[in-house]
């Protein structure tokens, strides 16, 4: 009992170390500051912190709370990806339509070939890796832990984390206007539930970070051909609406509480 107290204590310190350096780009911020390819030294540094969050996190979850380690199988991930994405195809589609024709008309820069690969692709790899790494599986975890005497545990617990990711999610829209702020926390917290039901239901953070990469992909390859990205009205309406029914789905298709009180 000692063991596993002292186990969570560390898993969330963890956490927090790991939320400070996404939201503020420390330590990389302050010494990493290069420009290539055309490429904004803002977009080095947050790639270069979310690899230190990846390593140290792993390697620290590891050697000090190894209870909370998350699964990377690759055991069944082929079933899982078209178990769990079959049920993602419906908002594939209308994030593609919504973001296609509602950012269509403010497309106004041809990017390089260096842009797109750097900040849509590659960018998005290191991003879906650490927040997924910290928000899904280290959260989710600690909370099932902390949350264990209660049969709804596992849904607390993706409903919390949920929360986390919205309110995370959400700091960069700050300056694009209320509404776009408001509409990111209901989409990403809506996201946020999908994507907990899934990690719990497969125990595989392989799969939602590969799912997770591809969701953000559409929207990042559009962001990189626009000189200010922003979010058009479109999207803040549909958007959120097709994710929140999205998440009601899943839910209903995958319970976290058993008929007969068994929490997963």
Not at 139 to 154: C, D, E, M, Q, V
Not at 173 to 196: D, N, Y
Not at 218 to 223: D, V
């Amino acid at each position: 009992m000692e063991k596993s107290k002292r186990e969570l204590a560390f898993a969330v310190i963890i956490f927090l170390v790991m939320a400070f350096m996404d939201i503020t780009g420390i330590p990389a911020s302050m010494f990493l500051n290069i420009s290539y390819k055309g490429v904004e030294p803002f977009y080095y540094y947050l790639m270069a912190n979310r690899l230190l969050m990846i390593l140290a996190g792993l390697l620290l979850i590891k050697g000090l709370c190894p209870e909370f380690m998350p699964s990377y199988r690759f055991s069944g991930l082929r079933r899982d990806l078209s178990e769990y994405g079959r049920s993602l195809y419906g908002i594939i589609i209308i994030n593609f339509l919504a973001f296609a024709i509602g950012v269509f008309n403010y497309m106004d820069r041809i990017p390089s070939h260096s842009r797109i690969i750097i900040i849509a692709i590659i960018s998005n790899i290191f991003l879906a890796a650490a927040q997924e790494l910290y928000l899904r599986g280290l959260l989710i975890n600690i909370l099932k832990s902390a949350l264990s005497t209660s049969r709804k545990a596992g849904l607390w617990s993706v409903m919390i984390s949920a929360a986390v990711f919205s309110l995370i999610g959400a700091i960069p829209a700050w300056r694009l206007g209320l509404p776009s702020v408001a509409a990111k926390i209901v989409w990403t917290f809506a996201m946020g539930i999908v994507l907990g039901v899934i990690y719990i239901k497969s125990s595989s953070l392989l799969l939602t970070t590969l799912l997770r990469y591809f969701l953000e992909l559409l929207p990042a390859f559009m962001f990189v051909q626009m000189k200010d990205p922003y979010y058009p009205m479109l999207c803040l309406i549909i958007v959120p609406a097709a994710w929140v029914v999205t998440a009601v789905y899943i839910l209903k298709k995958y319970p976290l509480v058993s008929h007969d009180g068994n929490n997963d």
